[in-house]
């Protein structure tokens, strides 16, 4: 207790020691003394201070010094001299970094044309690849999806190692994410044999395919070609089919599952280009031939010219009265990108006019082939439309497109094909 005492009694005795006027003004933070004019003068001319200020009034006063003689180069506008600074610096750009040049050249085509990237469902199909092939070659970037159910990855091999070929296996059943410009939609097995062996995977290709990629063009803002078919026009009580015939289908019959498959999808692109403004080109295409077929799908040209070659009967549906329009692919192809390119929706006729029966066909193929085929009758098909023909006026009118190669012209190319295909074919059977 003493002790505490004493301590006490201590720091009492200091505390009166301490000036009472001090004590209330303390403060832990230095006083800071006024900076005297000496003193300044003294801190400019040290460590070269004031060298870099007059360097920096110097460089200040060379600029607007040669201002004026900058503003005279770009062009004058009296109206607005605050953006005198502005036209200078990008004046002196160009002076610098354009070259002159004595005299301009011509410059090529498509020189200045943005490169499109472009997706092709089905684009290792027989149309499909022939379409990859002109986007590429007009300088565009392809990306193909497939899930070569009737594609081949042989269709499209001339292009593996281009950078600006992307080939992706893929379902549109199932959505996918892409980037891109234009959207070619071809995805579905288009001859009997194919979609009728699994008529359900053949319209669901056709309405759930269709619903992906529109939304998928209605998310990235992309323009969107939809390849519909002649068999919305079903078996057809009028002739030739204009595209404001609304068509004769069976709903319930063995082809219901391709036609109004079609049908629908078609409805959906409408309705999306009504109702969410997604761009959209409806495509009608009539029979094809040409290179790549499938050597047994089931269509009638590819069906001739297998048959001869192999030295079989050509097999005839029925009578052979009924009438088909064939068009070879480069005119399909070229009515297709015509179509992308042009601003109406459609939908349009893409066809050769030019009518053959069944019988005129085989005549024809065995001209080109091999004049002593045979031909074997059978019972027609279920749904076989007895006559299609395509009423192109629209398309001439807004597209300026007709198709321009004829039977006799296209057939002996895709001969060609087929005899390859089939040769090496036999040569594999052999080998096994």
């Given at each position: 207790?003493k002790?505490?005492?004493?301590q006490?009694s201590?720091?009492?005795?200091?505390?009166?020691?301490?000036?009472s006027?001090l004590?209330?003004t303390?403060?832990?933070?230095?006083?800071?003394h006024?900076r005297?004019?000496?003193?300044s003068i003294?801190?400019l001319?040290?460590e070269?201070?004031l060298?870099?200020i007059?360097?920096?009034i110097l460089?200040?006063?060379?600029?607007?010094?040669l201002q004026?003689?900058?503003y005279?180069?770009?062009?004058s506008?009296?109206?607005?001299?605050?953006t005198?600074i502005s036209?200078?610096?990008s004046?002196?750009?160009d002076?610098?970094?354009k070259?002159?040049?004595?005299?301009?050249g011509?410059?090529?085509v498509?020189?200045?044309?943005?490169?499109?990237r472009?997706?092709v469902t089905?684009?290792a199909?027989f149309?499909?690849s022939?379409?990859?092939?002109?986007?590429?070659?007009?300088?565009?970037?392809?990306i193909?999806i497939?899930?070569?159910?009737?594609?081949?990855k042989d269709?499209?091999v001339?292009h593996?190692?281009?950078p600006r070929?992307e080939l992706?296996?893929?379902?549109?059943?199932?959505?996918?994410?892409?980037?891109?410009?234009?959207i070619?939609h071809?995805a579905?097995p288009a001859?009997p044999v194919h979609?009728?062996?699994?008529?359900?995977?053949?319209?669901?290709?056709n309405?759930m395919?269709?619903l992906?990629?529109?939304?998928?063009?209605k998310?990235?803002?992309a323009r969107?070609l939809?390849?519909?078919?002649?068999e919305?026009?079903?078996?057809?009580?009028e002739?030739?089919?204009?595209?404001t015939?609304w068509?004769?289908?069976?709903?319930?019959g063995?082809r219901?599952?391709y036609?109004?498959?079609?049908?629908t999808a078609?409805?959906l692109a409408?309705?999306?280009h009504?109702g969410a403004?997604?761009e959209?080109?409806i495509?009608?295409i009539?029979?094809?031939?040409?290179p790549?077929m499938?050597?047994d799908d089931?269509?009638?040209?590819s069906?001739?010219?297998?048959?001869?070659i192999?030295?079989?009967?050509?097999?005839?549906?029925g009578d052979g009265?009924?009438?088909?329009s064939f068009?070879y692919v480069?005119d399909?192809?070229?009515?297709l990108?015509?179509?992308?390119?042009?601003e109406h929706?459609?939908?349009f006729?893409?066809?050769?006019?030019?009518?053959?029966t069944?019988?005129?066909?085989?005549?024809?193929?065995?001209e080109t082939i091999?004049?002593?085929?045979?031909?074997?009758f059978?019972p027609?098909t279920a749904?076989d439309?007895h006559k299609?023909?395509p009423?192109?006026s629209?398309?001439?009118?807004?597209?300026?497109?007709?198709p321009?190669?004829?039977?006799?012209e296209g057939l002996?190319l895709?001969v060609?094909d087929?005899q390859n295909?089939?040769l090496n074919?036999?040569?594999?059977k052999?080998i096994?």
């Amino acid at each position: 207790m003493k002790q505490l005492h004493k301590q006490a009694s201590v720091n009492q005795r200091r505390d009166e020691e301490i000036p009472s006027n001090l004590a209330s003004t303390y403060s832990p933070k230095a006083l800071k003394h006024p900076r005297s004019l000496p003193r300044s003068i003294n801190y400019l001319f040290k460590e070269q201070r004031l060298l870099f200020i007059l360097v920096g009034i110097l460089i200040g006063s060379t600029f607007f010094i040669l201002q004026p003689t900058l503003y005279r180069l770009g062009p004058s506008d009296p109206n607005n001299p605050t953006t005198s600074i502005s036209r200078s610096f990008s004046t002196a750009h160009d002076l610098v970094s354009k070259p002159t040049h004595a005299k301009v050249g011509r410059i090529p085509v498509g020189l200045g044309k943005r490169r499109l990237r472009i997706v092709v469902t089905g684009g290792a199909g027989f149309v499909g690849s022939h379409l990859v092939d002109k986007l590429l070659d007009r300088g565009n970037d392809v990306i193909v999806i497939d899930n070569f159910f009737t594609g081949r990855k042989d269709n499209l091999v001339h292009h593996f190692g281009n950078p600006r070929f992307e080939l992706i296996r893929h379902d549109v059943v199932e959505p996918i994410l892409l980037e891109v410009d234009q959207i070619y939609h071809l995805a579905c097995p288009a001859s009997p044999v194919h979609y009728k062996y699994n008529p359900v995977k053949t319209i669901k290709t056709n309405v759930m395919g269709t619903l992906n990629m529109l939304g998928l063009a209605k998310r990235i803002g992309a323009r969107f070609l939809l390849t519909s078919t002649s068999e919305v026009y079903g078996d057809p009580l009028e002739h030739p089919q204009k595209e404001t015939y609304w068509g004769n289908v069976n709903p319930i019959g063995e082809r219901s599952c391709y036609d109004e498959g079609k049908r629908t999808a078609e409805t959906l692109a409408m309705d999306y280009h009504r109702g969410a403004d997604v761009e959209v080109r409806i495509a009608r295409i009539f029979n094809t031939y040409g290179p790549r077929m499938c050597l047994d799908d089931g269509r009638v040209v590819s069906n001739f010219v297998a048959q001869a070659i192999r030295r079989q009967p050509l097999t005839v549906y029925g009578d052979g009265k009924q009438t088909r329009s064939f068009q070879y692919v480069s005119d399909l192809v070229n009515g297709l990108v015509a179509l992308m390119d042009g601003e109406h929706v459609g939908p349009f006729n893409l066809g050769n006019p030019g009518e053959f029966t069944m019988l005129e066909l085989a005549e024809v193929v065995k001209e080109t082939i091999d004049s002593s085929a045979t031909i074997e009758f059978r019972p027609n098909t279920a749904d076989d439309p007895h006559k299609r023909k395509p009423d192109i006026s629209k398309a001439k009118e807004l597209l300026n497109w007709e198709p321009k190669v004829s039977l006799r012209e296209g057939l002996p190319l895709m001969v060609s094909d087929f005899q390859n295909r089939i040769l090496n074919e036999d040569e594999g059977k052999a080998i096994n």
